[in-house]
């Protein structure tokens, strides 16, 4: 029997205030982290410009804004369901009629240490309707005069569990996007990734390529250069005000798709660099 849909939650487009802010600072680049934010970077600053959308530009909407961590799922699951270890699931919905983003992004996070330049946060994952398997989230800030390095993990905790991870940087407009994907994937009418990949094609995009190149970012006489140890990235450049560039380690819809299985104890992890020229 399949199960019941779950009520729905509201906690991607309702409102996400900041709240304290800790700022690590190294040379010219300073980032303010938001551990009550879904455990975000707020703002991501270099030799005076900012670089990420806030809650002040337009839509505070908990998924539209700063650099937040997509765990332990990334991007959409359709319609919520998966199946796993022969067993049906059912996630609740909080975007138009899918699961979204994870429950990372809008959860509080543990600040567990703090210097000046790095910071490391955890995030005990639930065991309920919103999330059945439990776990642990960590996050890893360190930065350098010039680059900063995120590290993202999750580890199963008694039972096994599906994880795809993620970025998901809302980047202020760039004057220039340098970006050479082998591969994107096609996404069907419910808009949902779908295999196989196929060659890409000219954006706008809301879509996910596989690449293994670095991504480049140009504004305000910068340049950001965007590097991961995964191949699969999400960019959403259709919006007036802003760029998404989110590493993945799998493509949306991952527990359908191509899902990544961890046994007890077992992690997940992805890196993610910025570094400023």
């Keep these: ?42 703002q991501l600053r270099y030799a005076g410009v900012d670089w990420l959308v806030g809650p002040e530009d337009g839509w505070p909407a908990t998924i539209a804004w700063g650099c937040y961590p997509m765990v332990p799922w990334a991007g959409r699951i359709r319609h919520g369901r998966f199946r796993f270890d022969g067993k049906a699931y059912v996630l609740p919905i909080n975007f138009e009629d899918h699961a979204i983003h994870g429950v990372g992004f809008s959860q509080a996070w543990q600040l567990d240490a703090l210097a000046s ?29 010039s680059s900063m390095r995120l590290r993202l993990a999750v580890e199963a905790g008694s039972r096994p569990m599906p994880a795809v991870l993620g970025w998901h940087p809302w980047f202020r407009k760039p004057e220039r996007l340098v970006f050479a994907p082998e591969a994107m994937y096609p996404r069907d009418e419910e808009g ?26 140009e504004r305000g006489g910068q340049r ?15 919006a007036a005000h802003a760029t998404c560039v989110e590493p993945q380690t799998g493509p949306p819809d991952g527990f359908n798709l191509k899902p990544n299985r961890l046994e007890p104890g077992q992690r997940l992890s992805l890196t993610f660099e910025m570094s400023f020229a």
């Design 1 to 42: 029997m399949e199960p019941e849909p779950v009520i729905p939650v509201d906690d991607a487009q309702a409102p996400m205030p900041a709240g304290p802010l800790h700022w690590l600072r190294s040379g010219a680049l300073e980032v303010a982290l938001a551990p009550e934010a879904g455990g975000r970077i707020a």
């Design 117 to 145: 330049d790095a910071a490391t946060l955890s995030l005990a994952l639930p065991e309920d309707e919103y999330w059945p398997f439990g776990g642990v989230a960590t996050q890893v800030i360190q930065l350098h005069s």
């Design 192 to 217: 949902i990734a779908v295999f196989p990949p196929q060659a890409p094609v000219p954006g706008p995009w809301d879509d996910c390529f596989v690449s293994r190149e670095d991504v480049v970012l």
């Design 224 to 238: 950001l250069r965007l590097r991961s140890d995964t191949d699969h990235w999400v960019v959403y450049d259709g």
